[in-house]
């Protein structure tokens, strides 16, 4: 089984992730998880953290000359914003004195519910770790993940499509590489011009009056295998996991795959995706793919596609009120250094959560202990498959 932890605070010295259940034999190019973090890194409105940060992977075990060894790997991450934190996050108690208490929660934060639950009387002890920092760590797994997918022919690309009331009008059905061409090219990885310009404005003027922005992004995955994930149990459906990896993302607040919501307010002769057969290419086809791509729980062989709304970062440089914790007094909200708006950033971010969750599910299928293996089950199904 493929899983995964990590650990570090946003301040602290570093990140550190350990993926477990990786067979051997993979090749992978530490240059390409350098490029993954470096994406998630760039994007119009963030804020001054990304200036510090220059994110790199240190590989320490499971990786030998280029290839998985079977072991776990794990990654580290260095927090180059460390050096302006090592006495405010030191593990020695006689460095305390340096702190100065957070106290103001801010409204939309884990600050309050955080600081009530775990009995603390600092709530750096809180956002420290509730920070999306630690998404590098995600997106460094998922970087993983994608190199796992690649020998299968299986790719995905996060992308936006709404910030704040501007919404992008994609090019209808273009290939992921060109979508990718599109949108790499974007500072806010939108494949539509003029929404790109909207969307620049609006963010500068939150920047101006102290407000932030939300947004919606979109995942696809192309050259999935009919069958990942199970209609048998309610644990294995691979819509229902990625929904749980999508909202565990900091400031998501809800996911939809295919037409989404909007399924609920068409009739099912315009929903459903008509099936058909294809006789020369020996596999069923659909007609549409409203469902996003699963059915039942199980990828249908169409192409994935699934949205996350962000909501607008709490931190306001305007900050709305609140309430000292210390005082019980009427108070504003603290203010942390922080971005404008990370949407551009949330699409690299879901688009490597979406990437483990595939990579485990089909690891699931057609599991091994090296590539050969995974190879020869993979290959094996496929052929199943055609016979059908
Ligand atoms: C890429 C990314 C960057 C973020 N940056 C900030 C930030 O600079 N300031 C902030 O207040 N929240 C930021 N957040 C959101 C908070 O981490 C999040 O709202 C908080 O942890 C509370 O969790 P919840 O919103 O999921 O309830 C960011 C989220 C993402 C995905």
């Not at 999306?132 to 993940?145: D, I, K, N, Q, S």
């Not at 992921?176 to 310009?197: F, N, W, Y």
């Not at 939150?206 to 990942?228: H, M, N, R, Y």
Request: proline letters at 4%; charged letters at 25%.
């Amino acid at each position: 089984m493929l899983r995964f932890l990590t650990a570090g605070e946003s301040h602290g010295p570093e990140l550190v992730a350990i993926i477990e259940g990786v067979p051997a034999g993979f090749e992978i190019d530490l240059a390409q998880i350098n490029h993954q973090l470096a994406r998630r890194q760039k994007g119009y409105g963030r804020g001054g953290r990304m200036l510090i940060e220059r994110d790199e992977v240190r590989p320490v075990s499971g990786i030998r000359f280029g290839r998985t060894m079977g072991s776990p790997i794990t990654f580290v991450i260095q927090n180059r914003d460390f050096a302006n934190w090592e006495k405010r996050m030191s593990a020695d108690p006689k460095d305390r004195t340096e702190a100065k208490l957070v106290t103001r929660p801010r409204p939309g934060h884990a600050d309050l519910a955080g600081a009530l639950k775990y009995n603390l009387d600092d709530m750096r002890d809180v956002l420290e770790r509730a920070s999306a920092r630690e998404t590098t760590a995600r997106v460094a797994v998922g970087a993983l993940a994608k190199q796992l997918l690649t020998p299968f022919g299986i790719e995905s690309l996060g992308y936006v499509i709404q910030i704040g009331a501007n919404r992008a009008e994609l090019p209808v059905s273009i290939p992921l590489a060109e979508l990718s061409e599109l949108t790499e090219k974007s500072q806010v990885r939108v494949a539509d011009a003029a929404a790109e310009r909207a969307i620049i404005a609006e963010i500068d003027e939150c920047k101006q009056s102290g407000d932030t922005l939300g947004g919606i992004v979109e995942v696809s995955v192309a050259g999935l295998p009919v069958g990942l994930g199970s209609h048998v149990q309610w644990d294995r459906k691979l819509d229902g996991r990625l929904a749980h990896a999508l909202l565990s993302l900091q400031a998501a607040k809800g996911v939809e795959f295919g037409m989404g919501f909007a399924a609920g307010t068409v009739r099912g002769s315009q929903l459903h995706d008509e099936i058909g057969y294809d006789a020369a290419g020996l596999r069923f086809t659909r007609h549409s793919n409203n469902s996003g791509g699963t059915e039942g729980g199980m990828t249908t062989g169409e192409p994935l596609r699934v949205r996350v709304a962000f909501k607008p970062l709490s931190t306001l440089m305007r900050p709305l009120r609140s309430v000292d914790i210390r005082t019980k007094s009427e108070a504003v909200g603290t203010i942390e250094r922080s971005d404008v708006c990370a949407v551009p950033a949330a699409a690299v971010i879901a688009e490597a959560v979406v990437a483990f969750e595939i990579a485990t599910a089909f690891l699931e299928k057609f599991g091994g202990d090296s590539l050969a293996e995974v190879s020869r089950n993979y290959q094996g199904y496929l052929e199943q498959v055609r016979r059908y």
